[in-house]
């Protein structure tokens, strides 16, 4: 009896010996235990993903993964990105991927000297001031010529033709026996000795103003003898660019036979347009390079600016005056100048690449915090070669948008990618419901009637446009790129939003499907 009770109290023990140390090791240590409860609340943290939006911006959501036309992948909306402090009324907010992803640069609004050079084009011409016509004064012929060729260099004094005329030999004669009268009657007294003085006086007048040589006119009176021929020569230095006179021929007075231009210094008309003018100051330097001499570099000084306008052109011609030795410039060389800019001083300005310019107005985009970017309306001032004047609308300090890679693509528009901003910062999906600071174009409601996928446009029945001044009507607009082309089917009506990219080419860079804004709801809402 006492046997067998302790062979159960041995048994029982045992047993219990073998529970315990078999839950010693099933249960797990208790470092590994607070590791799985460690492992455990990160499971519990993990991002809820709401759904994916377009790459792009487009107004577009999947509740799956998926990729765009381009193959992109659409980007996921976590639960807490919604939980973040919204934008304003007027800004638009990017996620730092895309940032990323699109290339967003930005750079702040300075303090530059614009430095600008002005461009034009223009040719090369003869000094007026220094361009001669050879013209007889008296009727006669051409005995011979010494220069009979255009284009031939002649030296000052150097004989051009001599010629032949009864007029020129009945005045010589008329002074040579006056001047022999006088001498004959230098000892009377009376009339006739002055009337033979006054004779001599207008003899001699009349051969001066028909340009005969003073060494002419002395051995004339000296001699008394009346040559047939006159040699008429060379007032200047330069080179014959124009000759009418030909051996032989018969001339009337006053008609040009030769003319003679001095290019020791030659002028550039160079033809500045219409915005630049205001920029060109008389006495600046400026430098002229022509295509016949491309490793030289010639320079002159702006002496004139003409007061008329060409108005086939809408260019103003500007005179420089430069030096031409060696006689490298020739009349009719085209040339290719820089002006330099009137100076300025420091102004704000920001780089070209920041400007959005929509035609009738001008925009950038302004970092106000991480991530966010808020269109301004600018007023615009002088512009440089890289920057522009800012004279309202961004202060000193302020970074704009300079560069995005995704703008650059032949069938978007600047105004497409403003609106794909505004979608991806979460901005209602119609574009009636953007805030009007972020809206860059016209809005408007309408029916798609015919779409022209070869053409790549789209007609559509809208109703009237207040921002235009536009009445219902039906017109044809050119979706910004195939993405949005492919939103548009026949007898759908739509909200949409479009800007004049060109003169009469209205571009749509937003659609959505009429009153889905108001229809939509929930956390999809918007995209």
Do not use: C
Request: aromatic content about 6%; proline content about 7%.
């Amino acid at each position: 009896m006492n046997k067998g009770v302790i062979a159960a109290a041995l048994a029982a023990a045992l047993a219990a010996g073998g529970g315990y140390w078999a839950g010693r090791e099933s249960a797990p240590p208790p470092a590994a235990a607070s590791s799985a409860a460690g492992a455990a609340k990160p499971a519990q943290q993990a991002r809820r993903i709401l759904y994916y939006r377009n790459p792009m911006g487009l107004p577009d959501t999947s509740p799956t993964p998926k990729k765009d036309p381009m193959g992109m992948d659409y980007i996921p909306v976590y639960a807490d990105d919604q939980d973040q402090e919204p934008a304003a009324a007027n800004q638009v907010s990017i996620s730092p991927e895309k940032i990323q992803k699109l290339g967003v640069r930005t750079e702040a609004a300075s303090l530059h000297d614009l430095g600008r050079i002005i461009r034009a084009a223009g040719r090369v011409e003869a000094d007026e001031r220094r361009t001669y016509a050879i013209a007889p004064k008296f009727e006669g012929y051409i005995e011979r010529l010494h220069v009979n060729a255009t284009g031939q260099a002649v030296g000052k004094g150097q004989p051009l033709f001599e010629v032949y005329s009864p007029e020129l030999v009945s005045a010589q004669r008329e002074y040579a026996i006056a001047v022999q009268g006088i001498e004959s009657l230098k000892d009377a007294e009376g009339s006739g000795q002055e009337g033979m003085r006054q004779l001599a006086e207008a003899s001699l007048a009349r051969l001066r103003n028909w340009d005969i040589p003073e060494a002419q006119i002395q051995a004339l009176a000296r001699t008394g003898q009346a040559r047939r021929t006159l040699s008429l020569r060379s007032p200047v230095n330069g080179i014959v660019t124009g000759k009418t006179a030909v051996q032989g021929m018969r001339f009337m007075a006053g008609e040009t036979l030769y003319q003679i231009a001095d290019l020791a210094s030659v002028w550039v008309i160079a033809d500045v347009f219409e915005q630049d003018i205001g920029q060109v100051r008389p006495g600046a330097r400026a430098r002229i390079k022509i295509n016949a001499y491309p490793d030289q570099r010639f320079e002159g000084s702006i002496s004139y600016v003409y007061p008329t306008l060409n108005a086939a052109t809408r260019t103003v011609p500007v005179r420089i005056e430069l030096a031409n030795p060696g006689r490298l410039l020739k009349p009719g060389m085209y040339a290719q100048i820089e002006l330099p800019a009137a100076a300025t001083g420091a102004v704000l300005s920001v780089p070209n690449s920041a400007v959005i310019d929509s035609g009738t107005h001008q925009i950038a985009l302004v970092e106000v915090k991480d991530g966010r970017f808020e269109p301004r309306t600018l007023r615009l001032g002088a512009r440089g070669d890289e920057r522009v004047e800012v004279l309202a609308g961004v202060r000193e300090g302020e970074r704009v948008v300079v560069a995005a890679n995704f703008l650059i693509d032949a069938e978007s528009n600047l105004q497409a990618a403003i609106g794909g901003f505004a979608h991806a910062a979460g901005a209602a999906a119609s574009p009636a419901a953007q805030p009007a600071a972020a809206r860059i174009g016209h809005h408007a409601q309408g029916k798609v009637e015919e779409v022209d996928a070869a053409a790549g446009t789209v007609s559509i029945a809208h109703g009237p446009v207040p921002s235009l001044n536009w009445p219902q009507m039906s017109m044809e607009f050119k979706p910004a790129n195939a993405a949005i082309l492919k939103q548009l089917k026949p007898g759908a009506a739509v909200d949409f939003e479009f800007v004049e990219r060109g003169e009469g080419e209205w571009v749509i860079t937003a659609v959505t499907p009429a009153g889905a804004a108001a229809g939509k709801a929930g956390p999809h809402a918007g995209h």
